[in-house]
């Protein structure tokens, strides 16, 4: 397991074809779910088999939280006693900020407005050598932090920004939770030098500038009275949700898309056909992208994105059995013990994706025929413990790259690209970043893009695309 991470997990399905299986650990018992139908059943006892519990210890031990708020955090974690609590209620809080409407709409136009300005200003250069996925880190985390924090997002400050990835190279060691402050000293650290900006942030109402997200957030932690050096403290373990996965998927994109000539020709292709361009006072033209467009449009750019989850989610979601509980009627899992769920075992299955599954292929989404299973394909989870922010995030990657794509060039400085490995994910990792970094040459297109800028815009009934069974009409599930 600690080899091979979640190929471990694809190597024991090829093995021993078992829907579900055990495995024996030092004072624990995992289950380890691969059957699509055990999955669906698993997602249907989410009180016998819960998640919370598992969410509320392992957020206690990452952002180090004080006595006081381990107690609220801790308390009717799986709602024994009823939907009341800090865990039972979080979801409700912030839910109306990331679904579709008007503040997910809000943060979006903000995020898409400095994607926009940030490769506007970078087309001025001729040529720019930069690590593509050190930069494509730099890109994504002060456009979509700005979008949430407002004008005075703490990530501004370049030694925030420093410090939280400082802080994730140690989470695994946070949430093992054994003796940290030996195994994860720098990233201790460097959270508490996060957490006094937050908590400045926070002490100086600076949230009322920010989205509905962080403002929902912070009332909820504050009508539990959980103390402010702790909300900062979350704040930072939230940058998880907001960065972590968003970096890889637009590294793992611009990738394959950049890599492969006939990739990159369907999806500028269709990229072309949404575009509209206008002319300015100035001479400039606009060259405008109305994302609404591209999720209804372009399905062949939207299949790449989807193949791009389906290869490089490494998600496990996990649920602790919370009483003797038997499994469709078969299964017996013992209270205490934890159940597994790979997202790999699934995406690299032949039985839901057929006998090329281990190859990517940029079309595989865009062909008509049968939908793989509810439970094939789990880039963001799925059930109760579906990604709350999966809008957001693939509204912002989708932008990136459409944007990259129709306006740069880009190719490896070595002459040649050559696929990184992705073999040092970690467990708690949700999405699989490259191995190694490697240099990129960025170039305008056209001579004329200097005279040109780039923007985008939301129609008034741009709608989300679907991302999981959830997202689907339920005649269509």
Request: proline fraction near 5%; glycine fraction near 6%; aromatic fraction near 10%.
């Amino acid at each position: 397991m600690s080899r091979k991470k979640t190929n471990y997990y694809v190597k024991l399905r090829d093995m021993y074809n078992l829907p579900i299986y055990t495995l024996r650990l030092p004072g624990s018992r995992l289950y380890v779910v691969n059957s699509p139908g055990l999955i669906s059943a698993v997602q249907r006892q989410h009180k016998s088999l819960a998640f919370m519990p598992l969410a509320a210890k392992a957020s206690i031990n990452v952002s180090r939280f004080s006595k006081t708020a381990s107690e609220i955090i801790n308390t009717n974690t799986n709602g024994e006693e009823g939907d009341w609590g800090y865990v039972m209620t979080f979801n409700d809080a912030i839910h109306p900020a990331l679904s579709p409407g008007t503040n997910l709409d809000a943060m979006n136009r903000v995020m898409l407005g400095l994607v926009a300005m940030s490769l506007n200003r970078l087309r001025e250069q001729s040529v720019t050598k930069v690590k593509l996925h050190e930069w494509v880190k730099n890109q994504i985390a002060l456009a979509t932090t700005s979008s949430v924090y407002g004008p005075s997002n703490p990530y501004k400050d370049l030694g925030v920004e420093t410090a939280f990835w400082t802080f994730t190279s140690g989470m695994t060691q946070l949430i093992i939770g054994v003796l940290p402050t030996w195994t994860a000293g720098e990233a201790i650290q460097a959270l508490d030098f996060a957490a006094d900006a937050f908590e400045n942030y926070f002490r100086n109402n600076n949230h009322r500038s920010g989205a509905a997200l962080v403002q929902a957030r912070y009332k909820h932690s504050m009508e539990h009275h959980i103390p402010l050096n702790d909300i900062a403290r979350s704040e930072v373990t939230n940058g998880i949700a907001l960065l972590a996965n968003t970096v890889p998927m637009t590294f793992w994109m611009l990738y394959h898309i950049y890599s492969d000539p006939e990739v990159l020709a369907d999806c500028r292709n269709e990229l072309l056909g949404i575009v509209s361009v206008s002319r300015g006072n100035k001479g400039k033209s606009t060259h405008t992208i109305d994302m609404s467009k591209v999720k209804t449009s372009c399905p062949m750019f939207l299949s790449t994105f989807k193949e791009v989850l389906r290869i490089y989610s490494t998600s496990v979601s996990a649920r602790l059995v919370m009483e003797d509980h038997l499994l469709d009627n078969q299964y017996l899992l013992k209270k205490g013990s934890t159940v597994m769920m790979p997202s790999p075992v699934q995406h690299y299955s032949s039985v839901v994706w057929g006998p090329d599954n281990d190859t990517f292929d940029h079309r595989r989404f865009a062909r008509s025929g049968k939908r793989p299973s509810a439970a094939g394909f789990r880039a963001f989870g799925g059930g109760t413990t579906l990604c709350p922010g999966r809008h957001f995030a693939s509204t912002e990657i989708m932008a990136f790259v459409a944007v990259m794509i129709m306006q740069f060039d880009v190719k490896p400085t070595t002459g040649h690209w050559v696929r990184p490995s992705k073999n040092k994910v970690e467990f708690w990792e949700s999405t699989a970043s490259p191995d190694h970094d490697f240099e990129v040459e960025i170039r305008p297109r056209e001579r004329e893009a200097m005279e040109q800028e780039w923007a985008f815009t939301l129609s008034d009934l741009d709608q989300p695309i679907a991302l999981s069974a959830e997202d689907l009409p339920l005649e269509s599930r």
